[in-house]
């Protein structure tokens, strides 16, 4: 079992930034693949981010790509997502999610509570 609180969010101007940071609980944190995804209102949510147990491994949404960063600590069981150059499209509520390592292709299992972004034109 995994549980994360997500932190960070806030209000910011078009062309700011913000830091989410995702607190892990549990001792095999280095263990699980990490995503940050986002929901706006009246949309689907979306995968945003990801990055694999290692931290080798990043993926990108093509809408964040050279914005957006997303890190982990594995000694701090923290993942981040820098946001830079934030956009007002980019408001959404933003969480994170977890799964094993072992299940790269799978579904993620745990989920945060979610943190709002917005962002003022």
């Known amino acids: 079992q995994v549980q994360l609180v997500e932190s960070g969010g806030g209000l910011v101007q078009a062309g700011g930034s913000l830091r989410l940071s995702c607190a892990a609980s549990?001792?095999?944190?280095?263990?699980?693949?990490m995503g940050w995804f986002r929901q706006a209102p009246g949309k689907e949510r979306e995968v945003v981010a990801t990055i694999n147990w290692t931290g080798s491994s990043t993926l990108y949404k093509d809408s964040v790509k050279g914005r957006f960063t997303i890190s982990r600590d594995n000694a701090k069981n923290t993942v981040y997502l820098q946001m830079n150059s934030l956009k007002p499209e980019d408001t959404a509520v933003y969480y994170c999610?977890?799964?094993?390592?072992?299940?790269?292709?799978?579904?993620?299992?745990?989920w945060g509570q979610g943190t709002q972004v917005t962002v003022s034109s």
């Open positions: 549990g001792r095999t944190f280095s263990r699980y693949d």
């Open positions: 999610a977890a799964k094993g390592y072992l299940n790269p292709r799978g579904p993620y299992d745990y």
